[in-house]
């Protein structure tokens, strides 16, 4: 059974940080892409970034040079860290599995999501 839970949302202020996690079973995550993606209100959802096993990764324009992805093969986790945030990160983070292992494939699973607010 493929589980994924994303962890660290919140409410931060704009130009702070905020680090979301990400833990993965039911699947063999060494072979996967693991990524995030978040919808924010009333926009569809968007590819944030990915990352293959080899350590590649792909990110969204809007968020190059601020947001970082990571894994851990080891420990099964992924995370973002965010720097600089904008209000127009606000949205709902969702960590994501590609079992093909695609850079900017659609994803195989979803987590339930976790809320980033950013706001003053």
């Known amino acids: 059974q493929v589980q994924v839970v994303e962890s660290g949302g919140g409410l931060v202020q704009p130009g702070g940080s905020l680090r979301l996690s990400c833990s993965a079973s039911?699947?063999?995550?060494?072979?996967?892409?693991m990524g995030w993606y978040r919808q924010a209100p009333g926009k569809q959802r968007e590819l944030v970034a990915v990352?293959?096993?080899?350590?590649?990764?792909n990110y969204a324009d809007s968020v190059k040079g601020r947001f970082t992805i990571s894994r851990d093969n080891s420990k099964k986790m992924v995370w973002l860290q965010m720097n600089s945030l904008k209000p127009e990160g606000t949205a709902v983070y969702y960590c994501?599995?590609?079992?093909?292992?695609?850079?900017?494939?659609?994803?195989?699973?979803w987590g339930q999501g976790t809320q980033v607010s950013v706001a003053s």
């Open positions: 039911g699947f063999i995550f060494s072979q996967c892409a």
């Open positions: 990352i293959l096993s080899s350590g590649r990764t």
């Open positions: 994501t599995v590609d079992t093909v292992g695609r850079l900017s494939g659609p994803p195989s699973y």
